[in-house]
Structures are given as C-alpha cells and as structure tokens.
C-alpha cells in the first residue's frame, strides 16, 4: 500500500509492505493529521490553539493539554531556548504537534496490524519492521546526503535551516537560533525525535550534546563551522 497527501503544509508519504492491512487503516491516517490541521493549527483562526491564544472560553481537550504539557517539558529541558510562547507571537505548539500526531498516526498503523510500514512526514519518518534505509540530506546541498541511516521500529528527525530559513528562534533571546546548519535525531518515537531536534537546534551549537544525553537518543549534526557531531550509537547504515 502506498499513499502521498498534503497535509499540515507539507507531503506526508506512507507506504506499508504488508500485504493484509486494509486500505481504510490508510484513510485513518491521513483523515487523523487532517483533524490536527485543523485543531492545532496556529493559522486558522478557529482552531482550538487559535481560540486558547485569543483567551476565548472553552474546555481544552486531552490531546491539546497533553501537547502543551510536552511543550512546557522541553521548554523547562533547555533553559527557556525552546518555547511555544515566544514574545510577539502567538501560541505556536507546532514544534511539537508535528511528531506527536505522526506518532499517534503510526499508532493507527500498528492496531491495523501493519508490521512493516514506513510514514514519512516532510522529512520525518516513522519507521517499523525495517531495517528501512534513511538519508540525512547535506545542509547546503540538496543534491547529497550526508549520511545513511539503518533503522528499525524507530524515528528521525531533522530540524535545519535549508528548507525555511532561520524560523527556528532561540526563545532566550527571540533571535534566529545560530550555530547549527542542521541537526538530526534518532530516537524511538517522533514525538521525542521531533520536538528534541528543535529544541537542540535552538540551543545552538550545545545543542547536540544536549540531545545526545537524552535516554535513547542518537544524534547526527552539522554546526555553523562545517564541522560533523556524531554520537556513538547513530546506527549508520
């Protein structure tokens, strides 16, 4: 089964090996990241994280208190350098929404009773009953890869300034974070590979070390002098 829709901004692909999952565990998916767009999107004025920023009465959901409950998690992690609240913006979880609605769509997935799947969400994959082979992509040369990745019943994730600049902001200091060109994470979930690449993007060049030391996280990184940071354990292919 294969699958390619547009969701949340950017292409999401699945593409699952086993041959008795039902089409439908498909349609769950896609309709499931649909409903996020719509919840948690910091650009659609009715969404419920739009209604929350507004100070607007209403009963905040599960899904939402569990997102920001993350979010005040890697905020507390990095110092203040990661934050969903920056000044001068509104509430923008999506750092973290990314990850975690792929995850739980992975989720989907495995009750379905796929064994051997792989979702990729602009980049960031989920990835199960591999091992499935995962390019890092050269920070500044679209053409090449940095790096190939062996993984099995794992994600990755990779936050970098090639594709949107420096929209990744150090909420220390509200500036552009520096001292990275990209940064990408292993780790057993997206929700965690996700949001800590961010995060350790926004910390800067400490910023490895940092996601590094996190439980069961892998790390593979370029910083601003062209220089790799790798951690013992990236499983390269």
């Known amino acids: 089964m294969r699958r390619v829709e547009h969701v949340m901004g950017f292409p999401v692909s699945l593409r699952v090996d086993d041959e008795d999952v039902p089409e439908r565990a498909a349609d769950a998916v896609f309709a499931w990241l649909r409903e996020v767009d719509a919840r948690f999107s910091p650009f659609r004025e009715d969404s419920e994280v739009c209604r929350l920023d507004r100070g607007e009465p209403l009963e905040i959901s599960a899904d939402l208190r569990e997102v920001l409950g993350l979010c005040e998690e890697y905020r507390t992690a990095t110092g203040g350098a990661f934050d969903a609240r920056l000044p001068g913006r509104g509430l923008d979880p999506c ?3 990314k990850g975690w ?3 739980r769509a992975a989720g989907l997935l495995a009750a379905a009773g796929a064994r051997r799947f792989c979702l990729n969400a602009g980049g960031d994959v989920v990835a199960a009953g591999g091992p499935w082979r995962v390019g890092v992509r050269h920070p500044e040369d679209a ?3 940095c790096a190939v990745l062996a993984v099995t019943d794992a994600a990755v994730a990779t936050s970098a300034r090639y594709e949107r600049g420096d929209h990744i902001l150090d909420g220390r200091t509200g500036r552009p974070a520096t001292g ?3 940064l ?3 780790a057993p979930t997206l929700t965690e590979a996700d949001a800590a690449a961010t995060a350790a993007f926004a910390l800067g ?3 490895a070390a940092w996601a590094a030391a996190r439980p069961d996280c892998e790390v593979f990184a370029v910083d601003a002098d062209r ?3 790798r951690s013992p354990g990236l499983p390269v292919a």
Do not use: D, I, N, P
């Open 95 to 97: 750092a973290v929404v």
């Open 205 to 207: 060049r400490e910023g």
């Open 180 to 182: 990275l060109l990209s």
């Open 227 to 229: 220089k790799v940071l």
């Open 101 to 103: 609605s792929v995850q």
């Open 143 to 145: 053409g090449r890869l």
């Open 184 to 186: 990408t994470v292993v």
